[in-house]
């Protein structure tokens, strides 16, 4: 194998040792391990991925602006990872955005049926709007994918959210279960148990 084909190996290599580092917490060691398998050339969705793995990593570290545009960079592609970055740092009218151009761009075209991930990032959006305290874009959220949201797992908890905010947020501590966010909400979810009204 020629150096010229080894970059690419040796980039997939380094992007499996920093996913490794990332699950341990490790932010330096998954920006040490990018950094030493850094190359040119390689395929949009490697490189995809060592954006976001880098962008997590300097969040997590605290440069939460550099994280922010390193992301981006990637367009429709790093609009989750900023909605989780924002709901991190609890800006949920920033989160809810991010999550609108993530479903401008992920979801199959109406009529066509939602699957388990698009119901969730739907559902997600909603529990941004509802923290925003966004009732006209709850309103207009059930309007386009209230439908195809029926019957799932998700269901309940996008009704709750969409049909009356003000219970759906005094619900967020279940919801939050079902739709796997309790990273993402525990200083607000902390908030509502001790019932201190959440900011509109």
């Given at each position: 194998m020629?150096a010229m084909?080894?970059r690419?190996?040796?980039a997939?290599?380094g992007?499996?040792?920093?996913?490794?580092?990332?699950v341990?917490g490790?932010?330096?060691?998954?920006?040490?391990?990018?950094d030493?398998?850094?190359?040119?050339?390689?395929?949009?969705?490697l490189?995809?991925?060592r954006t976001?793995?880098?962008?997590?990593?300097?969040?997590?570290?605290?440069a939460?602006?550099?994280a922010?545009?390193?992301?981006?960079?990637?367009?429709?592609?790093?609009?989750?990872?900023?909605?989780?970055?924002r709901?991190?740092?609890?800006?949920?009218?920033?989160?809810?955005?991010?999550?609108?151009?993530?479903l401008?761009?992920?979801?199959?075209?109406?009529?066509?049926?939602?699957g388990?991930?698009?119901?969730?990032?739907?559902a997600?959006?909603?529990?941004?709007?509802?923290?925003?305290?966004d009732?006209?874009?709850?309103?207009?959220?059930?309007?386009?994918?209230g439908a195809r949201m029926?019957?799932?797992t998700?269901?309940e908890a996008?009704?709750?959210l969409?049909?009356?905010?003000?219970?759906g947020?005094?619900d967020?501590p279940?919801?939050?279960?079902?739709?796997?966010?309790?990273?993402?909400?525990?200083?607000?979810l902390?908030?509502?148990?001790?019932?201190?009204q959440?900011?509109?």
């Open positions: 020629t084909q080894d690419p190996a040796r997939a290599l992007t499996r040792l920093a996913a490794m580092r990332a341990e490790d932010a330096a060691g998954t920006i040490a391990a990018l030493a398998s850094e190359s040119d050339g390689l395929d949009v969705a490189a995809a991925r976001l793995l880098r962008a997590r990593a300097l969040a997590r570290s605290g939460r602006a550099d922010e545009s390193l992301l981006a960079t990637l367009g429709p592609a790093g609009a989750a990872a900023r909605a989780d970055l709901a991190e740092a609890q800006d949920w009218p920033g989160a809810a955005a991010a999550m609108a151009e993530h401008l761009t992920s979801l199959a075209p109406d009529p066509a049926p939602l388990g991930d698009d119901q969730a990032a739907v997600r959006h909603a529990a941004y709007l509802a923290l925003a305290g009732d006209a874009g709850l309103a207009a959220l059930r309007a386009a994918h029926e019957g799932g998700l269901a996008f009704g709750v969409t049909a009356d905010p003000a219970r947020i005094a967020l279940r919801l939050q279960r079902e739709l796997g966010m309790l990273r993402l909400l525990p200083t607000r902390e908030a509502l148990r001790t019932g201190v959440v900011a509109r």
